[in-house]
């Protein structure tokens, strides 16, 4: 790594934008900001945890920690880990070399549609994304709170996203945090959906957000401590803005952040040691101009690629990133700021990417149309991941000797020899010679995402429920929920 002459550290075009020293030096400072400074924590048990292990708490609630205590319970998560769903089909693994899990966006309360554009989130809205999340391929993780229906009281409205997710996807879900309440609920809620009401093994990933600077508020640690006595995993972010709730330099955000998490997931282990937990990071910047949310920037990038390092610095698996932008239409902006975040996150390495599609306006907005171009930009990055193979076969000599020079292998049948998949085809983007395109009426991307939404429904199938575990799950929410 060289310097350039502002004295900066620079590596070229690779992602590895914190090396090991790098590493070395954000988790000595996120030590010093544990040993020395503290974060304050609104939960009388976790303090209570941790003072049992030789932490201190001062009057305001205020907790330092010892090194030890933190570093020891970091090493006790595991790597990896298998995030069940009630088709045992759509299992996922979080962590390791396989390919990244996918969740859609997480908690707009606006919807941006072709249509109607944008307006405040419906009911009907959630479901279409549901249903949507569940025929795309490149989503592999129904999420949570993919849209925030603000006419649904805030009251019940954790039992009814919960209950459509688990009934209208069978694959792996996320569930409600805010309070230890609403969390056991959810996974009350979980566990008859799949018929293991004792959760024997991870179905349910929650996401616990700190509040930076150096704070974790009591709803958020309740939840983070449900989630962990049952054994699911939370998913630990700090979403520090640097130069807002982070200082205003990339590298002092990131070590506060590191240091928030490292805490929370120290508190997973001291409750049930070995708990599942993601190291996550969804770092941003505050817009020196307007004062604004930015998050589809080169700086968030950095975020992306240092949260992988960072967490494969402590073993755990990672979440950061995704089609992030901060457009207000399904545009150019929307396509290449998501581009360069999903390309980013992709290359890094991130084992769990929330808000992978369909989010606009610095998470404000959640667009339908933006969610199938996202993840038609995800079959691009799955395609590149796949590489191709360069052996005799494939090489196919023969067929070049036996084509004459300034000749073509246009039409030419068993152009997949070898078993290639052949060349990657959109599934809707228009590729056609443009008299035909404007003979089609000169279809936007945007348009043309609206009729590929509309077909993506046509396409849907709700999957089967265990009969008995549905009536046991609407009992439960009309018991609970208030309906």
């Known amino acids: 790594m060289g310097m350039n002459e502002d004295g900066m550290a620079t590596s070229g075009l690779s992602l590895d934008r914190l090396d090991h020293d790098g590493c070395r030096a954000v988790h000595e400072a996120s030590m010093r900001i544990l040993e020395e400074f503290g974060v304050k924590l609104g939960h009388e048990r976790a303090r209570s945890l941790l003072t049992s292990h030789g932490a201190s708490v001062d009057d305001d609630g205020v907790v330092t920690v010892p090194r030890d205590v933190v570093e020891d319970a970091v090493a006790a998560a595991p790597a990896s880990f298998t995030l069940h769903a009630r088709n045992p089909a759509n299992d996922v693994t979080v962590g390791g070399d396989g390919p990244p899990i ?132 939370p998913i630990v972010s700090s979403f520090t803005v640097a130069g807002a709730s982070g200082p205003p330099t990339l590298a002092a955000s990131l070590a506060q952040a590191n240091a928030e998490n490292l805490l929370a997931i120290t508190l997973t282990q001291l409750v049930n040691p070995g708990t599942p937990v993601v190291y996550g990071a969804p770092t941003a910047a505050v817009d020196d101009e307007y004062g604004s949310l930015s998050i589809g920037t080169p700086e968030s990038a950095l975020f992306v690629a240092a949260a992988a390092r960072l967490a494969a610095f402590y073993g755990l698996p990672s979440r950061a990133g995704g089609g992030l932008s901060d457009a207000k239409s399904v545009d150019h902006q929307s396509g290449f700021e998501s581009m360069f975040l999903q390309t980013v996150t992709d290359f890094a390495g991130i084992d769990f990417v929330l808000n992978a599609a369909g989010i606009l306006e610095s998470y404000s907005t959640i667009s339908p149309e933006k969610f199938v171009l996202d993840c038609e930009a995800l079959g691009y990055l799955d395609r590149f991941r796949e590489g191709f193979a360069v052996d005799e076969a494939h090489l196919d000599l023969d067929r070049i000797g036996n084509t004459d020079p300034a000749g073509h292998f246009v039409g030419e049948p068993g152009s997949a020899v070898g078993g290639e998949a052949g060349f990657f085809r959109s599934s809707f983007v228009d590729k056609r010679a443009h008299r035909a395109w404007a003979e089609d009426g000169e279809k936007s991307a945007f348009e043309q995402a609206h009729e590929r939404v509309r077909r993506r429904l046509d396409a849907y199938e709700r999957p089967v429920l265990d009969a008995d575990a549905e009536r046991e799950l609407a009992r439960y929410v009309s018991a609970h929920g208030g309906h």
């Open 102 to 233: 996918r969740a859609p966006g997480y908690g707009p309360p606006n919807v941006l549609t072709y249509a109607d554009g944008r307006r405040p989130a419906t009911r009907e809205d959630y479901e279409t994304l549901l249903k949507v999340a569940q025929v795309e391929d490149a989503i592999t993780c129904t999420g949570y709170r993919l849209c925030e229906p603000p006419a649904v009281e805030e009251s019940r409205r954790h039992y009814e996203m919960l209950e459509r997710a688990l009934t209208l996807t069978d694959q792996p879900v996320m569930g409600a945090t805010y309070g230890a309440e609403r969390a056991r609920a959810c996974l009350d809620m979980v566990g008859i959906a799949v018929g293991d009401r004792d959760l024997s093994q991870p179905y349910v990933a929650g996401l616990v957000n700190t509040v930076p600077p150096r704070s974790i508020e009591r709803e958020m640690l309740g939840g983070l401590l449900a989630y962990a006595e049952r054994g699911q995993p």
